[in-house]
């Protein structure tokens, strides 16, 4: 009897403290940076700022009324920016641009001449509208004291159009292009040729893009990320989690307010 009284309190006293070990461990034991108000935010250009939808019925008409062909150019065009980055043989995003929508051609069927192609983005691209929530949210952010750039992996020439045209320019100190250092976002060497031209130190840039790509490669490069929930954009799961994730331009410049 007194055997087992010994062992029964021997078990409960096992239990209550292993229990109380396992209670102690913290389930993550990772501390999170405390974010710094950033000296310098870096806009991406594309979906992030303006909107591709207008060019919907261009690249539909080149492509036999297939306007629902659009995503399917974009992300192929976004594909082999990586593939000249990685090969070394770098070409601009307008001649890649304009090579896969030939390859989305073929693989639909639909017979397009290089020019055609070519009238179908580079004309239309140019002269995208901006979403309805960029300019009155850049203009809080310039209010705020803030420094805006883009940075794009379109030309420097494209951007400035592009930029002028959805009547954007007078909020941006400057604008970079990826043809400065030959290899595309989300490459690591465009953000940090990007942070040293603007004389920063990397923890001190915002990186604010609608493409989960541009946030994870920003992120590894070491800036602060802002994701902005474009309708149909969502972040890469394996990649970290942006420091803030946002509707839209609005959203973010009332949140960094609390910076001021």
């Keep these: 009897m007194k055997i087992r009284v010994l062992i029964s309190l021997a078990t409960a006293f096992f239990m209550l403290n292993t229990s109380s070990a396992f209670a102690k461990e913290p389930a993550d034991t990772a501390v999170q ?7 310098v935010i870096i806009f991406d ?7 591709l939808e ?3 019925a261009s690249v539909g008409k080149a492509l036999n009324g297939r306007e629902d062909l659009l995503p399917l150019w974009f992300s192929t065009m976004l594909h082999h920016s990586l593939v000249v980055s990685a090969t070394g043989d770098y070409q601009t995003f307008g001649s890649i641009g304009v090579a896969s ?9 639909i017979a397009i001449t290089p020019e055609q192609a070519k009238i179908a983005i580079l004309t239309p691209l140019r002269s995208l509208p901006a979403h309805p929530d960029v300019a009155e949210g850049l203009a809080k952010l310039k209010a705020q004291g803030y420094k805006l750039v883009t940075l794009t992996n379109s030309s420097l020439e494209g951007v400035t159009l592009q930029l002028k045209n959805a009547n954007l320019s007078q909020y941006f100190d400057a604008n970079l292009s990826i043809e400065s250092v030959g290899v595309f976002k989300p490459h690591l060497k465009t953000y940090q040729w990007a942070i040293k031209d603007l004389g920063v130190n990397a923890d001190e840039a915002l990186m604010v ?6 946030i994870a490669g920003a992120d590894k ?17 394996l990649a970290a989690q942006p420091d ?10 009332s949140t960094l307010a609390k910076f001021n």
Excluded: C, S
């Design 33 to 39: 940076p405390l974010l710094v108000k950033p000296k």
């Design 45 to 51: 250009v594309n979906e992030t700022l303006l909107d």
């Design 54 to 56: 207008n060019m919907r």
């Design 101 to 109: 929508l030939q390859m989305v051609a073929e693989i639909n069927g």
């Design 209 to 214: 893009a609608a493409h989960g790509w541009d």
């Design 221 to 237: 490069a070491g800036l602060q990320t802002a994701f902005i929930r474009r309708q149909g954009k969502v972040l890469f799961p």
């Design 244 to 253: 803030y994730n946002v509707l839209d331009v609005n959203e973010l410049a």
